[in-house]
């Protein structure tokens, strides 16, 4: 039976193993308070902020018969802006093979986070049912996640690790109007199951059965937002609330451009797959 001490607190064997967060192997895992086990905010006062990787994939191998993304050289501007508004080290790589996607991603977990506040990583590229697209073939996004999961990157278990991801399947067909717009995708996106861990957070810009749209000149609508909305409220706002009006803002923005682009009946929306366990502030 667990016994309250006179300071309240709680001295079970259970309670004790709680706030030295090991994980299943017996391994450490950054150390919290009881007053920070307990809170509903994650812990984002490490000395760091931490690292945040852009992946920015532009031209392809002719042999994956995906096109240049005209565009998302805008995207990775716009969140190397942002990411560093939020006090982020940045690595940004273009145009990397799916090898390269996954080795520099491996390389950054092998870090020692411990003084990092969370992780981030931006995928800006073409994608499949479950797949992203290297310059040369595709990768598992589950691949690309793995090495991120709380029993292999320690110093991040219990942080944050939030993956935004531009990416969707080359499409069936292509439209240009005096928007200056293109259809990026036509139906498809990415699906992948998060990890099992907690602590994971993924956004794609698109769900099943929608498209996603990339401006040649100011970007996608989906990165856009993020930058938009982001940037006007970091300080005040959590980043399920903020990605919350990201939805928002896109799908509102598509419905302002579906008429004059002939598509009414098609929709953008983004897509939330979150396994966080409590609000996550990048407020200074």
Known sequence: MDQIDAGGNINSRVEQDKLKLQDKAGHSLPNLTE?????DVYKMNYPKRGVAVIINNRSFNSRTNMGERA?????????????????????????????????????????????????????????????????????????LVAPFKGNKCKSLAS?????????????????EADTGMEVESEGETIVQKIPTEADF????????????????????????????IFEKNYQTLDVMTMMTRVIKKVAKDFEQNAKTLFLERKRQIPCITSMLTKDVYFKS
């Open 35 to 39: 007053k920070e086990f307990r809170s």
């Open 71 to 143: 565009g998302t050289d805008v995207d990775a501007e716009s969140m190397h802006r942002l990411l560093n508004i939020l006090g982020f080290e940045i690595i940004q790589r273009n145009n990397l093979t799916a090898e390269e996607m996954r080795l520099i991603l491996q390389t950054v977990a092998a870090q020692d986070h411990t003084d990092n506040s969370c992780f981030v990583c931006i995928i800006l590229t073409h994608g499949d049912e479950g797949y992203v697209f290297g310059t040369d073939r595709e990768v598992l996004f589950d691949d």
């Open 159 to 175: 942080k944050p690790k939030i993956f935004l991801v531009q990416a969707c399947k080359e499409p069936e067909f292509q439209e």
């Open 201 to 228: 957070l993924v956004v794609y810009s698109i769900v099943p059965g929608s498209l996603s749209w990339r401006n040649k000149g100011n970007g996608s609508w989906f990165i856009q937002a993020i930058a938009e």
